[in-house]
């Protein structure tokens, strides 16, 4: 059981907005950043979006973050094949003292 | 950009000691926390702990019992120790920059592969 809970799947057509969702509680999304990640099978995860809303250099603008209150967002605009892969969110947890990890959500590219 | 490379063991048997070490070239361990993470076959990542350059470290509770990292900033290298491991404990392991609360986890090594075996 993830400390940060996201949908096990999602899925849109080409073109589409998609949207994942990342719920948590005071003790990390409430008062710490969200990161998220984006697997490909076989590979390292890559950071998508740093600090809830921030696009590391080199990361399309069709991906966005959002973040309100202990739940976050990652919405992903004019979907393409290539999008298909594994999301995560994560952060920081004051009570853990340390990173927790979303389950994981595989986005699939209908 | 730095490059973490991951070493060690792909077959540990139970009971044992997992050890693996993440060396990093393209820049220093320096004023950076360095973070463990694994992944099981088919689920989700797993945040086992981090070290910062100085020795510090945080780590998972639920691990804590078993778990020991530690840093070389001489060789530019990190490691981790994971005792009486179990199947449990068969995972990609990744080494990766980042793991304080203030910053991301943003280069990651390419993973190495650990299967506990009885």
């Known amino acids: 059981q993830s400390v940060l809970t996201q949908p096990p799947s999602a899925s849109g057509t080409p073109g589409q907005r998609v949207i994942i969702s990342c719920s948590g509680s005071k003790s990390n999304i409430g008062n710490n950043y969200v990161y998220w990640y984006q697997q490909f099978p076989g590979t390292a995860p890559k950071v998508l979006i740093s600090?809830?809303?921030q696009r590391p250099s080199g990361v399309p603008d069709r991906f966005s973050g959002s973040k309100s209150g202990t739940s976050a967002s990652l919405a992903i605009s004019g979907l393409r094949s290539e999008d298909e892969a594994d999301y995560y969110c994560?952060?920081?947890?004051?009570?853990?003292?340390?990173?927790?990890f979303g389950g994981g959500t595989k986005l699939t590219v209908l | 950009q730095v490059h973490l490379q991951e070493s060690g063991p792909g077959l540990v048997k139970s009971s044992e000691i997992l050890s693996l070490t993440c060396s990093v070239s393209?820049?220093?361990?320096?004023?950076?926390?360095w973070s463990w993470i694994r992944q099981p076959p088919g689920k989700g990542l797993d945040w086992l702990g981090c070290i910062y350059y100085d020795g510090s470290t945080h780590y998972k509770p639920s691990l804590e019992s078993r778990l020991t990292m530690s840093v070389d900033t001489s060789k530019n290298h990190f490691s981790l120790r994971l005792s009486s491991v179990t199947a449990a404990d068969t995972a990609m392991y990744y080494c990766?920059?980042?793991?304080?609360?203030?910053?991301?986890?943003?280069?990651w090594g390419q993973g190495t592969l650990v299967t506990v075996s009885s």
């Open positions: 600090k809830n809303n």
């Open positions: 393209g820049g220093s361990l320096r004023s950076y926390y």
């Open positions: 994560a952060g920081w947890d004051d009570s853990l003292s340390g990173w927790v």
């Open positions: 990766a920059r980042g793991g304080d609360r203030w910053g991301s986890i943003d280069d």
